[in-house]
């Protein structure tokens, strides 16, 4: 009868352990997935503030160039280059590329005017009027991207030329860039009215 009983308990020991040893087993599986989550959240929050802190700093930006064109008469040709090398950076910044140039050039004869380029190592070479013949925006070549402005002023256009860092570059904020070529243009054109009168 002791043998009986002594096998019961045991049996039953055996069986309250392997229940234990179950439930042990399955909260370590549900910890372990918890922490996943936790890491995978925490890791979607710091991408989101990087890129809230990426937006941001484009809207400073662009900002602080929209607030450069309100100068009016006071604008100097000192402060006139150094919104252009502002707009040049802010590309630079955008595109994480260091060869950049921003260049003004005559929409009938595809003559440049005026280029600005803040590296003297960039090497984006223009020599193809077809983006201003066919009223091309956007126009990307094995090496470069060139992207104008929406439209031209007094036959006028502004390009900014781009400096591939690979074949499979992206441009990712190519309205931006577009609106920067605008600013520039129209800064082009302010200052070459004021210098006529």
């Known amino acids: 009868m ?38 995978l959240a925490s890791k979607d929050l710091t991408d989101t503030y990087s890129y809230i802190g990426e ?33 040049v950076s802010a590309v ?10 921003l260049r003004f050039i005559n929409v009938e004869s595809g003559k440049i005017i005026k280029e600005i380029r803040i590296s003297r190592k960039a090497k984006c070479e223009y020599s193809n009027p077809i983006m201003t013949k066919e009223n091309k925006t956007f126009l990307e070549t094995d090496e470069i991207f060139f992207i104008r402005a929406p439209k031209p002023i007094n036959k006028i256009t502004a390009c900014i030329a781009i400096e591939k860092r690979g074949k499979h570059q992206k441009i990712e904020d190519l309205e931006l ?21």
Not at 73 to 85: F, G, H, N, S, V
Not at 92 to 101: A, D, E, I, R
């Open 92 to 101: 630079q910044m955008f595109t994480k590329t260091k060869n950049v140039s």
């Open 2 to 39: 002791e043998e009986i009983v002594i096998l019961f308990l045991g049996v039953a020991g055996f069986s309250f352990y392997l229940i234990k040893e179950k439930q042990f087993y399955f909260q370590l599986k549900a910890k372990r997935q918890i922490q996943r989550e936790a890491s």
């Open 55 to 87: 937006i941001n700093r484009k809207m400073d930006i662009l900002k602080d160039i929209a607030l450069g064109l309100n100068e009016g008469p006071a604008l100097t040709e000192d402060k006139e280059m150094e919104m252009y090398r502002s707009i």
């Open 177 to 197: 860039i577009q609106a920067l070529a605008a600013q520039a243009l129209f800064l082009f054109n302010f200052s070459s009215a004021n210098r006529t009168i």
